[in-house]
């Protein structure tokens, strides 16, 4: 049978096509699974769930790629015992759908990697359950807390996947899902508020309108709240207030003490190395941990905004419910160097811009997005330069200023008191206008001696060091390098005794060989057993850190299957494909695999949590 698709010439936007595509996918399942009889051992049958057992736990399932989804799935299980529900947490790596086929409650937190894929740990599990011979779940109730990045495509792509795959095969969604933005704190919280008294409640055969009416209020009530573009605003304050930390809501303002150029004469990039002053504020990390940091917007181009709108700098606003002058609110509290959808869309209807009205309109995302590479929002604005926009009007269609997350280049025990970033700042020219990116210039350029920035740690307990005894190996080219530097310190400061091993590269050794010394001195101690370096431009013919990896193969196969811990840090986009191409073609080569085996091996590496990856 063939199996329906989505031609790719259809008028239909992002979103569509991605519904169309559940709808499909399910469709075709229904067409394929024998009926009404589940697949042995896997799915429910309606005569022996005819109601949730709540007296098995709640179980709290999730996908992470940088512990957001875990952590989050933890506050979940501890929510949930403040209102009496016994709850369990566990891995998607770690759920089969033997497990799934005897749960009668579920509740799935996960990320969304890179354009809309699975995060690493969770893919096996989407696989499983997309597959078309999957057993009914008719006996389960769940809902889905998707995290994601609406500066992507397939923003929050993975929770709605999972989200219609559970629902086609009849398990009882008790809660719509919810699609949380970078700064996912306050949705989540709210949406969990809300969902866990209905799992308190839920049968089967119920809807999430009718549990709503049946459900026990929760401990701490949430007041009512208006949504909008998935950012939720609170129109009451919390019924309990808790001891503050320092975190996204109360960043710490730290002082940079220390801002140097890493790259040499003749680079073709600006990579620093940043140290931070913890001070007093008493907050801790761990090797692999990031550091998100509150970036502020480039004065010359908020300026250039408000001349371009016509009104005074002092021009009051309203944002989120406070007044502020528009210029303050243009620094520090909208994404203003990139342009989102919504403003694409308005500016489109309120312009009539032809090319932009054919861009808005027939959902080609890659069309659109190679359009608006190089645009900020005053090319927006200029599109038109007879239409006129109130500030208002423009406040409404810009996404909130999220914080940027670098990978902490530093140990706590070697570096106490301090934290460490390696960061490439991002210069271009477009437009006939000097452009860069918002947090790297910000701290590369507009840091004065006596000010400070905003930042508060974000754990990554997916990228954490094994064992002191265990091997390691680290692949991280250009600014990926970061959380090894750390990782390499840290586990000198230990003194563990397990191997390490590092491949790292850029464009060219005499320019950009990043921290040499330091690696150099790694080597001499005898703390780094292996060091491969590819330098693409050196030679005529490029060179990648995958490359090295191939032409180690044996040798790396031997580690691997010696136990050796493999950690990759870096460009998503491409880097990380390659390096995972390169793996699996390792695995099959040196352990005498067939494609099929070495993904398997490969997929039970990150069952393992031997496997790990930081990329962006």
Partial sequence: ????????????????????????????????????????????????????????????????????????????????????????????????????????????????????????????????????????????????????????????????????????????????????????????????????????????????????????????????????????????????????????????PATVIANTVLSGPGSAKEVRHLVISLGDSGITYE????????????????????????????????????????????????????????????????????????????????????????????????????LTITPDELLAELQPLAHRVYSISSSPRAHAGTVHLTMATVRYRSGERDRGGVCSTHLADRIADDETIGVFVTPNKSFRLPSDDAKVVMVGPGTGIAPFRAFLHERAERGATGDNWLFFGDQHETCDHIYRDEIDQFVSDGLLNRLDLAFSRDQEHKVYVQDRMRARGAELFRWLDDGAYLYVCGDATRMARDVDDALHEIIAEHGGHSASAAQDAVSQLKKDKRYMRDVY
């Fill in 1 to 252: 049978m063939q199996l329906p698709y989505i031609p790719t010439d259809v008028p239909f936007t992002g979103d569509q096509k991605a519904w169309l595509a559940g709808f499909l996918a399910g469709l075709n399942t229904r067409m394929t699974m024998p009926q009404p009889e589940s697949a042995p051992g896997v799915g429910h049958t309606s005569a022996e769930s005819s109601t949730a057992d709540v007296s098995q736990p709640l179980l709290i399932a999730y996908g992470t790629q940088t512990g957001n989804a875990e952590m989050l799935a933890e506050k979940a299980k501890a929510k949930a015992a403040e209102i009496g529900i016994d709850a369990r947490v566990c891995d998607l790596a770690d759920l089969d759908l033997a497990a799934l086929g005897t749960t009668t409650r579920l509740l799935v937190v996960t990320s969304t990697y890179g354009e809309g894929d699975m995060p690493d740990d969770a893919e096996d599990f989407w696989q499983a359950l997309a597959a078309p011979e999957v057993g009914r779940l008719d006996g389960l109730t769940f809902g889905v807390l998707a995290l994601g990045d609406s500066i992507y495509d397939g923003f929050c792509q993975a929770g709605k996947n999972v989200d219609a795959r559970l629902a086609e095969l009849g398990a009882t969604r008790v809660v719509e899902r919810v699609d949380c933005d970078v700064d996912y704190q306050q949705t989540a919280d709210e949406w969990l508020a809300r969902a866990l008294p209905l799992f308190a409640a839920a049968t089967p055969q119920q809807t999430g309108s009718e549990l709503a009416d049946e459900a026990p209020a929760p401990a701490a009530t949430v007041e009512a709240s208006e949504t909008r573009k998935g950012v939720t605003e609170k129109a009451g304050k919390p019924a309990r207030q808790r001891k503050s930390t320092w975190g996204r809501k109360n960043p710490y």
């Fill in 287 to 386: 090797p692999g941990d990031g550091l998100s940091v509150v970036p502020r917007n480039d004065p010359a181009l908020v300026d250039r905004i408000i001349d371009r709108l016509g009104v005074s700098p002092q021009t009051p606003v309203v944002d989120r419910k406070e007044q502020r002058p528009l210029r303050e609110a243009l620094l520090h509290r909208y994404e203003i160097a990139t342009a989102s959808k919504y403003l694409v869309d308005y500016i489109a209807a309120r312009s009539g811009d032809a090319e932009l009205t054919h861009l808005a309109s027939t959902g080609d995302r890659e069309a659109l997005d190679a359009w608006l590479w190089g645009k900020d929002v005053l090319d927006l604005l200029n599109v038109d330069e007879s």
